[in-house]
């Protein structure tokens, strides 16, 4: 059964960080790209930071260039997001996915798996 489980979510200060976990079972996660996307209330999921399974290319999303950083663990069945220099508006749930074509592309519908989410608030 495929499982894709996040944690280290919470509450920080503006301009904290926070790093975020992501372990996958059931399936070969080394084989798809991996990304992380976040939702809050009444507004679609986007896209946040993805890496591809090949050549381990990235997407950032221009909200959070230079502040976040998606990385593969070593075990290859993880994948990270260190959340730096953290704003009021990065509040929201944190979903880590799992995309078969490989490509690491920010769009929701090109992955498979999902995660349950953490939630992630962040004061001013």
């Known amino acids: 059964e495929v499982h894709l489980v996040e944690s280290g979510g919470g509450t920080v200060q503006a301009g904290g960080s926070l790093r975020l976990s992501c372990a996958a079972s059931?399936?070969?996660?080394?084989?798809?790209?991996r990304g992380w996307f976040r939702q809050v209330p009444g507004k679609q999921r986007e896209g946040v930071a993805c890496i591809s399974s090949s050549d381990g290319r990235t997407y950032y999303a221009d909200s959070v260039k230079g502040r976040f950083t998606i990385s593969r663990g070593n075990a290859k069945n993880t994948v990270y997001l260190q959340m730096n220099s953290l704003k009021p508006e990065d509040t929201a749930v944190y979903y880590c996915?799992?995309?078969?074509w490989g490509l690491g592309a920010s769009e929701v519908h090109e992955y498979d798996y999902w995660g349950q989410g953490t939630q992630v608030t962040v004061s001013s």
């Open positions: 059931g399936f070969t996660f080394d084989d798809y790209a």
């Open positions: 996915a799992a995309d078969p």
